[in-house]
């Protein structure tokens, strides 16, 4: 069988594999005082089935010790805004409206995936109901553009309609995941393309939205949109890799959950269409009418090389992702940091 708690984190590309400085410094206070600001805004059901999402209160509002989530984007946008040379502060409306945004795709991914954690305790679905959760959502899609289009910046209206064309991106994308499901033949570019919309359109919307915030030109900010671009794919890499070989102590979900959905993931479509004798088993295991022994379909996979070609693009997107950083000519200390949190996000280990 396959290694179980293996390193599925890819190769050093441009810099060391340990992050030593967190990249969201005085800022991550300030940020989510905002978030709560916003969230408070919410009418009283959707606000608390908000917070409970967020990791702030348990079901019955009490404070609690949460895992939250870890804010990349919103540090994304951030440390953009500085890369550039402007600054944090007048980025954190779109900081705010990014981490809002995604929390929403959240919400409603785990309700159409049947995921039953999230972050390590009962996803939100499972506490107040589908319908419920679906409506935190929409209020926060909702909330996250009234927070942009009321900044007092001039980037504002720019803003809004960069933001919404990413949303519409993300919901084809997951539209298409929902769809592979019962495709029969995916191949990897198909795949790939689908989760350009799904992850990485909103990670790179992000990069650019700090950009504009901090008042660069063009061509900065289309350098700084395609390395988030080129960073959502790795990290989308890295994350169906630990949606099979992941820790639940890492990932907060059961391990092997996407297998035991028939998700079919980065590595799971690679070996469905290695033509190897493994992949060929995977499409049986797959459509068999019975529950999915996720031991035995991770070691198809792994046999297939989907694992390997996985890490392997991860590499590559990584490695396209900072090459994108030299030609933006940013501040150099800002850059270190994106630098960091470009590692960060794909040396996730299970």
């Known amino acids: 069988m396959g290694r179980k708690g293996a390193d599925v984190s890819v190769k050093s590309i441009a810099g060391p594999n340990r992050v ?20 408070d805004q919410l009418p009283p059901a959707l606000r608390l089935i908000s917070g409970y999402h967020f990791g702030w209160w348990d079901a019955a ?39 809002l945004v995604h929390n929403f795709s959240l919400l409603h991914d785990d309700v159409m995936d049947n995921d039953r954690t999230r972050r390590g305790r009962p996803a939100a679905w499972t506490v107040f ?12 899609l909702a909330l996250a553009t009234n927070v942009v289009a009321s900044a007092d910046e001039g980037w504002s209206s720019i803003a809004v309609g960069w933001l ?8 084809e994308g997951q539209s298409d995941d929902l769809a592979f499901e019962k495709a029969t033949t995916i191949s990897r570019s198909r795949c790939e393309r689908m989760v350009a919309g799904k992850t990485a359109s909103l ?27 080129h960073l959502g794919m790795a990290f989308q890499f890295v994350d169906d890799l630990l949606g099979i070989w992941g820790d639940p102590l890492v990932t ?31 499409d049986r295991v797959y459509r068999s009418a019975g529950p999915v022994d996720p031991a035995v379909a ?27 950083l030299t030609v933006a000519g ?21």
Do not use: N, Y
């Not at 919404?164 to 919901?171: I, T």
């Not at 919307?205 to 700090?210: N, Q, R, T």
């Not at 991770?298 to 090389?305: D, N």
């Open 20 to 39: 030593t400085t967190d990249p969201i410094t005085a800022e991550s206070s300030l940020l989510e005082a905002r978030l709560r600001e916003a969230v």
């Open 61 to 99: 509002e009490k404070p609690v010790a949460g895992r939250g989530g870890k804010a990349m984007r919103a540090a994304l946008v951030l440390t953009s805004a500085e890369a550039v040379g402007g600054s944090a502060q007048s980025a954190l409306p779109a900081a705010v409206a990014v981490e």
């Open 129 to 140: 109901g589908p319908s419920a959760a679906i409506l935190a959502g929409d209020a926060m």
């Open 164 to 171: 919404s064309q990413s949303v519409v991106e993300l919901c």
């Open 203 to 229: 990670i790179s919307v992000s990069c650019a939205l700090g950009a504009l915030a901090g008042e660069a030109g063009a061509d900065r900010i289309e350098a700084l949109r395609d390395f988030g671009r």
């Open 252 to 282: 907060g979900k059961p391990a092997g959950a996407d297998l035991m959905h028939r998700k079919k993931s980065l590595p799971v479509v690679a070996a469905l269409t290695s033509g190897t004798e493994a992949g060929a088993e995977l």
């Open 298 to 324: 991770a070691e198809l996979v792994e046999c297939a090389g989907g694992r390997r070609w996985a890490a392997a693009r991860a590499d590559e997107e990584l490695a396209s992702a900072l090459s994108r």
């Open 330 to 350: 940013c501040e150099e200390a800002p850059t270190t940091r994106l630098i960091e949190l470009a590692h960060r996000a794909v040396r996730r280990t299970a």
